[in-house]
C-alpha cells in the first residue's frame, strides 16, 4: 500500500466492510487507541453510519469517513492509512463529512488518536471536547497491593447499593449527570460482557460501602471510591484483585479506558497499566 496512482473516490457499503475493518485495524497498529476499533461491530457503528465515503488505490481502500446526520450535531469518523497521510486526504474526507453533516454541527469522534490529525481539526476551528487514555495491563506481572485495614471484598450484587456507591462515588466529579438506578443497572445487566464474578463491591469495617469496580469482559469498566475512603488503597486493591481474577481466568490483559485529565490515570500506571494510545472528540458548532 501507499502507491502514487489515481485514486478512486466512492460510496462504501455494508459490502466493504472488511476493507473498512482493515483500515482500522492499520491505524490502529501504528496510533494505537479504542482496540475494539479494529473489529466489526464498532467499525460498523463508526464508519457505515447514514453515509460513507471512501477513497481506494486498487483495491485498497486508504481513507474513509461515515456521517451520522439523524442527530443534532451530526457525527462523523474518518480515517487515513498511515501510508497515505501527508497527501491532503484527511483534509478531503473533513471537506465532504461537513458538505454532508446539515446546520446543526458536527462531532468529530476518533478511537484512534494520531497527531496530525488533531492539528487538522484545532485549524479548522473544532474544539476538542473529550481525550481518553487508553491503558493495557500484560497479566504475567499482577502487582500486590495490601488489603486497606478493615476492608473486605465481595462480589457485587446489582442493586440499590451499588448504585448508591455508584452515585456517591462520582458525584463531586465535574459535570457529572445522575443517570437513573434501573437504566444504569440495566445496561450492565443487558451487557454480554458483564462479569459478575468479577464486579466487586469492597466496605468498611462498618459494613457500609467503601468503593466499588465494574468489569465487562476484559475491561474494567468502572472504579469508584466513596469520598471518606479516597487515599487509602481501596481503589487499587479493587483494581488489582480484578487483575488476579482475569489472570486466573485465563486472560493475557486487562484493559481500561481514563480521562487525560483524571488523576487516577497515575494510580493505574503505578499498577502497571501502559499506554495503548487515545481517543477523542471535537465539536464545531
Known amino acids: 500500500m501507499g502507491g502514487t496512482g489515481a485514486l478512486v473516490w466512492r460510496e462504501v457499503g455494508e459490502d466493504d466492510l472488511p476493507a473498512l475493518t482493515g483500515l482500522a ?6 496510533d494505537g487507541g479504542l482496540p475494539l476499533f479494529g473489529r466489526t461491530p464498532l467499525v460498523r457503528a463508526r464508519l457505515l453510519q447514514a453515509r460513507t465515503h471512501g ?3 486498487g483495491d485498497d481502500l486508504v481513507a474513509a469517513v461515515g456521517v451520522g446526520a439523524g442527530r443534532t450535531p451530526a457525527t462523523a469518523t474518518g480515517l487515513v492509512h498511515p ?3 501527508g497527501r491532503g486526504l484527511g483534509g478531503a474526507l473533513l471537506d465532504w463529512a461537513e458538505k454532508h453533516s446539515g446546520d446543526g454541527g458536527l462531532l468529530l469522534t476518533t478511537e484512534t488518536w494520531n497527531v496530525g490529525a488533531e492539528e487538522l481539526v484545532a485549524k479548522r476551528g473544532y474544539t476538542r471536547t473529550f481525550l481518553e487514555w487508553v491503558l493495557r495491563h500484560d497479566l504475567d506481572a499482577l502487582p500486590e497491593v495490601t488489603a486497606p485495614d478493615g476492608v473486605t471484598v465481595e462480589p457485587a450484587t446489582l442493586g440499590p447499593e451499588l448504585f448508591a456507591t455508584y452515585r456517591a462515588s462520582f458525584a463531586d466529579r465535574p459535570g457529572f449527570v445522575k443517570p437513573e438506578a434501573d437504566e444504569w443497572l440495566g445496561d450492565l445487566r443487558d451487557d454480554e460482557d458483564f462479569r459478575p464474578e468479577l464486579t466487586l463491591l469492597a466496605r468498611g469495617p462498618d459494613g457500609v460501602a467503601a468503593g466499588f469496580v465494574t468489569v465487562l469482559d476484559n475491561w474494567i469498566d468502572q472504579v469508584g471510591v466513596v469520598p471518606d475512603w479516597r487515599g487509602r488503597r481501596v481503589g487499587a486493591y479493587l483494581v488489582a484483585r480484578v487483575l488476579r481474577g482475569l489472570a486466573d481466568a485465563g486472560a493475557d490483559a486487562a484493559w481500561l479506558c481514563v480521562n487525560d485529565d483524571n488523576p ?6 503505578r499498577l ?4 495503548f494510545g487515545r481517543r477523542a472528540r471535537y465539536l464545531r458548532g
Open 25 to 30: 485495524q492499520a491505524c490502529l497498529a501504528t
Open 83 to 85: 501510508a497515505w497521510r
Open 55 to 57: 477513497a481506494w488505490s
Open 272 to 275: 502497571g497499566f501502559r499506554d
Open 264 to 269: 487516577a490515570a497515575g494510580l493505574y500506571r
